[in-house]
Every structure is written in structure tokens, then in C-alpha cells.
């Protein structure tokens, strides 16, 4: 199916549905998503979303508002905890599940409070190919993923994002700070605090997509490799090692082989 049948194909489907909310990250799938629900169903039946947890920040939450005013949609702001679920905190390797299962229960007790038929999110056919079990709590309580339903692939959604303008349609992925820390490692309001700060010194210097992954008392950045100048340049180095450092890490250290979606999940044998 080519991008015009898949894009008649997600009009149909969420034309289809009497009123919609949709869980609004401020990411490009989840903002494409939107757009496409307030046109095919006018902003009048369309709500979205957006959780607060200790795992986002507060830029995330900015941005969100901000395509929600581009799109001309009602939005709201829930705030909630992941680090109140044992299950999440202790972060087994079935966290996503437990976070999942936590926030879009609550995103579904919204919408029924206010008589909204469908909950919907932003999984794209591209997710399919990392280990994402926060999927299956999706299934589990009845939410619609219309891009995925409907077979676009992340490429395909960040083109309908510049067709439609959307500013952050070439916006590099961000997943929540969770997922920085490696399986089995507790999960701490004070160190997700920490990894949000040392990320904020990386983006500072100009990297366009980086993690700091959190190993106890080590650092290690993640970025692509045709960056890596950013980092090795002496003056910046000696910076960014002492900015790290403060956080409290001992070691700060460059992973040669480069940002990679989902690089803890590299440990799971299945």
C-alpha cells in the first residue's frame, strides 16, 4: 500500500469512530495523530491528552500544549506517578508494561468520564521491530493505534508531519527517561533528575540525538557518531566531564558504538 491508499485508509478508520482522545506525548507519531483526528472529526469530538510523571519533562510537556494549540485541539495535562507502581520503580524488564498499563488506564477513565468512545495512540508498524512490552497493555485495555492499524512507518508519518507543518516533524524520538536506566536498576526521582541534567548538557552542545544511559556511578553517552567532535574537542571535554561529574558520576564514558534505539534491551535473549 502506498502513503496516499495508507492515508485514505487512517481517514476512513478514525472517521469511523463517534469521539476520540488521544494520548499526546508531543513526539511526531503521536502530534501526526492528532492532526489527522481533528480533521476527520472536527475539534469539537476530539481531546487530547498528555500524562505527567516524574519519567517526563517539562519541556516535553511545552511542546505537547504547543501542537495541541497548532491542531486546534482541547488539551489536557494529568499529572500521575510511575515510581507509585512497585512493579515500574523496581524496573524489571517488563517495565513498559507496568507504565503503559498505568497511564492509559487513567488516559481511558478520562475519556469515559466524559462519554469519549475511543482512546488512541501514536504506535507506528516501525515499533515493531524493538521489544516493546508496554504493547500488550494496550491490548489489554482496548487502545486503538490508527498508524499502526493502518501500516505507516516512521518515515512515512514525519513526511504527513512537514506536509502539515508540524514543527517538530523532524524532531529526533525521545523516549521517557526510564528507559536510560539499565534493567533491574532501581529507578529514583533523584536519578532521573541527574540523567534529565546530564542530557541537558549534551543537547547544549549541540548533539542532535543523545542518551545518558545511568550505571550506578558511570555515565555513558550515547550519540552518532559523526558528533562525536562535539565531544572530543579538548575544551568542550573537560566541560562536559565536569558538569557530569557534579551530578555525581564518577566516570563519564563515550559508547564508540554510537546512539541505537532501545540499547539496553541489547542484554534480553529471547
Known sequence: MNLADKINSVNSLISSFESVLVALSGGVDSSVLLKLAVDCLGPARVLAAT?????STQEEIELASHIARICGATHEVIPISDLSIPEFAANP???????????????????????????????????????????????????????????????EIRQLAKSFALPNWNRPANACLSSRFPYGTPIT??????????????????????????????????????????????????????????????????????????????VITT
Do not use: M
Not at 497511564?103 to 468512545?117: C, H, M, V, Y
Open 51 to 55: 500524562t505527567h510523571s516524574e519519567t
Open 93 to 155: 524488564a517488563n517495565r513498559c508494561y507496568y507504565c503503559q498499563g498505568n497511564r492509559f488506564r487513567l488516559l481511558r477513565q478520562t475519556a469515559d468520564s466524559k462519554g469519549i468512545k475511543e482512546v488512541l495512540d501514536g504506535s507506528n508498524q516501525s515499533d515493531q521491530g524493538d521489544y516493546r512490552p508496554g504493547r500488550q497493555a494496550l491490548i489489554e485495555l482496548g487502545i486503538r493505534s490508527p498508524l499502526r492499524e493502518c501500516g505507516f512507518t516512521k518515515d
Open 189 to 266: 526521582v533523584a536519578d532521573l533528575a541527574r540523567v534529565a541534567a546530564g542530557e541537558k548538557l549534551l543537547h547544549s552542545l549541540g548533539l542532535t540525538q543523545c542518551r545518558l544511559r545511568h550505571h550506578a556511578r558511570i555515565a555513558r553517552i550515547e550519540g552518532p557518531p559523526e558528533e562525536f567532535s562535539l565531544l572530543l574537542d579538548d575544551a568542550r571535554r573537560r566541560w562536559l566531564v565536569a558538569g557530569i561529574k557534579e551530578l555525581g558520576y564518577t566516570y563519564v564514558t563515550l559508547d564508540l558504538q554510537g546512539y541505537r534505539t532501545g540499547s539496553l534491551n541489547e
